[in-house]
C-alpha cells in the first residue's frame, strides 16, 4: 500500500517550535521585536520542548497499536512453538475474526485521529480477511524497536521520523506443504500528531517505506 503523504504547516511567525534532532535540542521561533515578545517565545519554546517525551510516547504507543491490530490475540493463536515442522496452526474461527476486528479498530481509535484511525483500519481489515483464507494462519505482528530521529513540537501540532523495526509471523500452505514466515524489516516513518481536547496527542498523519535494503 503506497504510503500517504501530508503537509505540515508551522507557525513560525505566532507561535515557537521545539525540535530535536540526532545532534540534540533546536529551538526557533518568529523573530521577536521586543524584551516581552522575547520573553513570550522563549517561553513558548519551553513549554514545547517539556512536550517531546509525551509526542515520543505517543508516536510509540501509536506505532504499537497498528502493527499489533493486524495480528488476532495470542490467546486465540495459541502457543506455536511447540508446533512440529510443517504442521498448521489452529485455523481462526469466524467469531475470533469479529472479535479481532472489533478489538483493533477500538485499540485504533484510541491513538489515532478519526480519519487517520480509518486509514490504518485498512491494514487490519485485511488481515481479517486473510484470516479466512484455510491455507494461510495469521500468527502475530509488531515493532520491536523504535529509533527517533526528529521530533518537533509547536503548540498542540508535533512532527515525528522515526525509524521502526516492523515484524510479522504468518504461515502458507505452499504445494500442499505449511511454510512458516517470520519477516523483519526496518521502516522509515514521518508522522504528524495533534492534541485533542482532553489533551491527549493522536497521531493524524502517517506515512512509511522501507529503509534502504530493507525491503521484501
Not at 512440529?84 to 478489538?103: D, F, K, N, T
Not at 491455507?135 to 529509533?147: D, E, K, M, P
Not at 522509515?188 to 489533551?199: E, I, M, Q, R, V
Amino acid at each position: 500500500m503506497p504510503p500517504v503523504k501530508h503537509t505540515w504547516r508551522l507557525a513560525t511567525s505566532l507561535g515557537a517550535l521545539a525540535v530535536v534532532a540526532t545532534g540534540g535540542v533546536l529551538a526557533l521561533s518568529g523573530a521577536g521585536q521586543a524584551s516581552g515578545n522575547q520573553q513570550t517565545e522563549a517561553g513558548l519554546v519551553r513549554a514545547d520542548t517539556a512536550q517531546l517525551p509525551e509526542v515520543k510516547s505517543a508516536f510509540t504507543a501509536a506505532i504499537k497499536a497498528s502493527r499489533a491490530a493486524q495480528a488476532p490475540p495470542a490467546s486465540a493463536v495459541g502457543d506455536v512453538s511447540s508446533l512440529a515442522a510443517g504442521q498448521a496452526a489452529p485455523e481462526i474461527s469466524a467469531s475470533v475474526r469479529r472479535q479481532h476486528l472489533a478489538a483493533g479498530l477500538d485499540s485504533l481509535a484510541k491513538h489515532f485521529t478519526p480519519a487517520q484511525a480509518e486509514h490504518e483500519a485498512v491494514g487490519l481489515r485485511n488481515a481479517v480477511a486473510e484470516e479466512a483464507n484455510p491455507a494461510f494462519r495469521n500468527l502475530g505482528s509488531g515493532a520491536s524497536r523504535i529509533t527517533f530521529t526528529r521530533v518537533g513540537v509547536s503548540g498542540s501540532t508535533a512532527t515525528v521520523q522515526a525509524q521502526v523495526t516492523i515484524w510479522a509471523k504468518f504461515q502458507q500452505q505452499l504445494d500442499g506443504k505449511w511454510v512458516t514466515a517470520n519477516p523483519v524489516n526496518v521502516m522509515n516513518y514521518t508522522a504528524t500528531l495533534a492534541k485533542d481536547d482532553s489533551g491527549r496527542w493522536l497521531v493524524s498523519s502517517l506515512a512509511g517505506d522501507f529503509a534502504p535494503n530493507e525491503g521484501p
